[in-house]
């Protein structure tokens, strides 16, 4: 059985390279699974910044969306997997759920109507997505390499305006409490400093559920 760790916090929080540090700090071999998508000159940038921050000896997959194959295929894998990041999976899945967008006369791509888009979410998308979380959080707990997956703590800004994206910032938030009551450890990021969260959290709530 896997050392499943999760790691969350803000943007630019130092929580990629926290992980990277504790990754290279058990001197094993280490696989890297980058979920980003390239669509934009932005998105290159940071990915080419991630890419010269790591090591080259380290082996990278790049996978997008089937998280849980590709960890499945490395069960009994020797070493580390280092997942970067669970929030841009979820996006890549919830974006590979969303129907075709309707077009105006003009050929106009038309966003859909929120009430369409809260239905589809609720009924459907979200349902199937939290499963495959599950899946992929019971997996990384039971396979043979010590697995750490990076998050995003997406739901501490304002409510965002669009459908789409409260619905996204809601998924995540519930995807991240799944992994994390899978997690051996859970680490929250703060300007560069980690804290160990799981096993105090687990103390006090139990204390609270006695009373």
Not at 40 to 64: F, G, N, S
Not at 123 to 150: H, M, R, S, T, W
Not at 163 to 189: F, H, K, W
């Amino acid at each position: 059985m896997s050392q499943f760790t999760l790691i969350t916090g803000g943007a630019r929080s130092g929580k990629s390279s926290f992980a990277e540090l504790l990754a290279a700090h058990t001197k094993r071999s280490v696989i890297y699974i980058a979920t980003a998508q390239i669509w934009d000159d932005e998105m290159a940038l940071r990915v080419k910044k991630h890419q010269q921050q790591r090591p080259t000896k380290w082996r990278l997959i790049e996978e997008p969306l089937n998280i849980h194959d590709t960890l499945l295929q490395l069960k009994d894998q020797e070493g580390v997997i280092l997942l970067d990041c669970v929030t841009l999976w979820l996006t890549n899945l919830l974006l590979a759920g969303q129907p075709t967008a309707p077009s105006s006369p003009s050929g106009e791509e038309l966003p859909l109507a929120p009430q369409k888009v809260d239905a589809l979410f609720n009924n459907e998308l979200e349902p199937q997505i939290l499963d495959i979380v599950k899946d992929v959080a019971q997996l990384a707990q039971a396979i043979k390499p010590q697995v750490i997956f990076v998050t995003n703590e997406v739901g501490q800004g304002i409510v965002p305006e669009y459908p789409l994206s409260r619905a996204y910032r809601d998924l995540a938030g519930r995807s991240n409490q799944i992994l994390a009551q899978n997690a051996e450890q859970v680490y929250m990021v703060v300007a560069g400093f980690p804290m160990e969260i799981k096993h105090s959290g687990e103390k006090l709530l139990a204390s609270l559920l006695k009373e």
